[in-house]
């Protein structure tokens, strides 16, 4: 099937097409765009005119959209998801929801994966995952509770995303590798929601939302 799919769970935004033939047309940011401010209200819907034009592909050739829901960054989740509930709508097109977790995890080129989404207030969104697939749930820690859980799990993970960067000293020194700063795993990549979401049921675009997995910083007045 014939798959757009995004994710702006972290400061950068990646958009990738894949076509029914398994060819896949990708727009990756380089890792260091991670560190920089977020910018997906400017950057994701050039990124999605990227893809679909090197794809040659109209929107009444795709099946569905995929996008990645979370954990994450509670703005970024907001202007992804709500950007892939109008353009579903807009092309009569089911959703697909990805974990960003998830989709990070599959770019990491280890039999032990360990996915780290900085989540700010001094803690990370992780998930492990082995050769038989998820070790446990995702959750929201700081990075020394990680550590000792991994260490619990008997787990000898390569670790990436921006939050495995972030806390890179308390990670490493409880024995966890993390991937060079320049590897290109730290980045959640459109390839991989697009391939995790083949194996997705189809929603209705209006039932999909972010998994912001906690309470967001701001509190109503």
């Not at 000293?169 to 409880?174: I, V």
């Not at 391939?195 to 967001?216: G, I, K, M, N």
Request: aromatic share 4%; glycine share 10%.
């Amino acid at each position: 099937m014939s798959l757009l799919g995004f994710d702006t769970s972290t400061a950068a935004s990646s958009a990738c097409v894949m076509r029914s033939d398994g060819v896949a047309f990708e727009l990756t940011p380089a890792p260091e765009r991670l560190s920089r401010p977020p910018a997906h209200a400017s950057e994701l819907m050039p990124a999605v005119a990227e893809v679909m034009d090197r794809a040659c592909l109209g929107w009444e050739d795709l099946e569905a959209i995929a996008v990645g829901v979370g954990p994450g960054a509670f703005t970024g989740l907001r202007i992804g998801v709500t950007t892939a509930r109008a353009l579903a709508h807009g092309a009569g097109l089911p959703l697909r929801p990805v974990s960003s977790l998830a989709a990070l995890a599959a770019g990491i080129d280890a039999d032990e994966r360990l996915a780290a989404i900085d989540a700010k207030r001094g803690e990370l969104f992780a998930l492990l995952e082995g050769p038989a697939g998820p070790v446990w749930e995702p959750e929201a820690t700081s990075a020394e509770a990680l550590a000792e859980r991994v260490r619990a799990a008997g787990a000898n993970p390569l670790a990436a995303g921006d939050g495995s960067i972030r806390f890179r000293e308390a990670l490493e020194a409880a024995g966890i590798t993390v991937a060079p700063d320049e590897e290109g795993a730290h980045v959640v990549r459109g390839i991989y929601v697009c391939r995790l979401a083949q194996s997705v049921a189809d929603e209705p675009p209006e039932t999909v939302l972010p998994d912001y997995l906690r309470a967001p910083d701001a509190k109503p007045q």
